[in-house]
């Protein structure tokens, strides 16, 4: 098996796309920005720059730490997908 692969294939990246999409949401709806996130991020311990976070988001392949973080961090404790 090609070694990206993994990443090329269509599914994963639909799932990408769910998962980016299922963040802007949240960060949406509580009236978060990347710059707060940041903030909210690095209080919890897990610092991030805003451009980090930025850049993450867009690609959409962040890991599911990330997300369970960026979640914790707006006080997000329901998600519907």
Do not use: H, W
Request: charge should be positive; aromatic fraction near 6%; include cysteine.
């Amino acid at each position: 098996m090609p070694k990206n692969s993994y990443k090329n294939n269509p599914l994963t990246q639909e799932y990408e796309e769910k998962a980016k999409n299922l963040l802007k949401a949240e960060l949406k709806r509580r009236g978060v920005g990347y710059r707060e996130l940041a903030e909210k991020l690095t209080a919890l311990g897990a610092p991030e720059t805003e451009r980090n976070i930025a850049n993450k988001i867009s690609r959409g392949g962040f890991s599911a730490a990330f997300l369970v973080q960026c979640l914790d961090a707006i006080g997000a404790a329901d998600v519907r997908l």
